[in-house]
């Protein structure tokens, strides 16, 4: 999904929006665990990342400005200790009328979380 970054077409949609269900895919990474259909469900306070429709991943979730921090909290491919949190500056752009969300690292040393969130997220 690296072509998201081509397309001419994005508008900013407001932050506010930020709270829902967003999908992506990944194939070809060369990991089992990775290659796979991802959910990535927002609420106002807390998260749950969903592998193949099984909760991978739950947390809690801080959202400033631009930038919204999680916390891995449970689940079975959480990170613990020194990479529990990362922390990701966001948008959400549209396109041909769906809304995408696209995450950017500022600090995540968990790989798992770094590489499910920083697809293009198609809200769903």
Same mark, same amino acid.
């Not at 930038?67 to 999680?70: E, G, Y």
């Given at each position: 999904m690296r072509w998201f970054g081509l397309l001419p077409t994005l508008l900013v949609v407001a932050a506010a929006g930020l709270p829902g269900t967003y999908a992506t895919r990944l194939v070809g990474t060369g990991s089992? @665990?990775?290659?796979a259909s991802w959910r990535v469900q927002l609420t106002a306070k807390d998260?749950?990342?969903l592998r193949n429709g099984h909760l991978a991943v739950s947390g809690t979730l801080k959202v400033a400005d631009t930038? @919204?921090?999680?916390t891995d909290t449970g689940g079975p491919l959480a990170c613990h200790g020194a990479v529990t949190i990362g922390t990701y500056t966001y948008a959400l752009l549209k396109n041909d009328g769906t809304t995408y969300l696209r995450l950017h690292v500022k600090h995540d040393g968990c790989p798992g979380r770094r590489a499910v969130l920083t697809q293009p997220l198609a809200r769903v």
């Open positions: 089992p @665990v990775l290659d998260y749950r990342i930038t @919204v921090k999680f």
